[in-house]
């Protein structure tokens, strides 16, 4: 009698999109002219209040756990993930999630650092000068150093990059989408079985919704501090291997939002 291979029913993943919260030097405009990395600010305090709730909220808004936070190297990147693990609802306060029903357990939860999830790198998309050519080496992230803002306990280091490196300075938004997709999709394939949480910038965000969108071409995209984005595909999983769906768009989250606005004929 030969017995039947055994197969996992086909689920649901869910990928989240997330711009970070409020960066300091939009409240503060004179920090950039003496802080060291004026390119890289961390979140202001409004910024952290603002993912604090969005992390009160996410449990009632997802409904489903999230598994594993990838997180651009930019420092308002990361504390934004910081808070929202921090962030947690008190018992009481929403679903279960230590039960999986949504949110994020910090005793469960994985993060990890990804180039890929990083700003759109030309002189259009940063509001302060660049380091020169000759010094460009300057732009480069200190992981350990970043690592080491992230709980041990949550930290993952088994994780391997897609990018390993920073783009090249110049970077188009044509290149700068087709970085993005990979990212997301590369993340997606390597843990088929997890719900992800990327945390990223305000043009990731806008290619999740516009490659995603129906007649995408008819809205202009605007995405507000930790406005984000569900996709969510089908995955059929075998022992060894996955088939899985295209993604399809489920849901537009925030408190300041992600905006889709008919554009204007000229």
């Known amino acids: ?15 989240v999109v997330m711009r970070h919260g409020d960066r300091l030097d939009s409240i ?11 390119w890289d600010p961390p979140l202001a305090e409004v910024g952290f209040a603002r993912v604090l709730e969005t992390a009160r909220q ?15 190297p930019f420092r308002r990147c990361v504390d934004t993930a910081l808070g929202l693990i921090a962030g947690r609802p008190a018992p009481g306060e929403g679903p279960d999630i230590g039960r999986g029903d949504g949110g994020i357990d910090p005793s469960r939860v994985k993060v990890s650092i990804e180039y890929g999830m990083g700003e759109l790198f030309n002189i259009i998309a940063f509001r302060h000068p660049p380091p020169s050519p000759e010094n460009h080496g300057d732009w480069g ?15 993952d280091h088994t994780v391997k990059p897609v990018f390993n490196e920073l783009p090249q300075w110049g970077e188009t938004e044509p290149k700068a989408r087709d970085r993005y997709l990979h990212t997301i999709h590369s993340l997606a394939d390597s843990y088929p079985s997890e719900n992800l949480l990327l945390i990223t910038h305000a043009e990731a965000v806008k290619v999740a919704v516009s490659t995603h969108l129906e007649d995408a071409a008819r809205f ?35 408190q300041t939002g992600v905006n889709c606005f008919p554009r204007t004929e000229m």
């Open 1 to 15: 009698m030969i017995a039947a291979r055994l197969e996992r029913p086909p689920h649901c993943q869910h990928v």
């Open 28 to 38: 503060d405009r004179s920090w950039p002219s003496t802080a060291p990395r004026p």
């Open 58 to 72: 996410l449990p009632a808004q997802l409904g489903f756990p999230i598994h594993r936070i990838i997180v651009s």
């Open 141 to 155: 992230f200190n992981i350990p150093e970043i690592e080491a803002l992230i709980p041990p306990a949550t930290l």
């Open 220 to 254: 202009e995209i605007k995405t507000g501090y930790c406005g984000y984005v569900q996709l969510r595909r089908q995955v059929d999983k075998s022992s060894d291997a996955f088939e899985a769906g295209e993604f399809q768009l489920l849901a537009i989250h925030g």
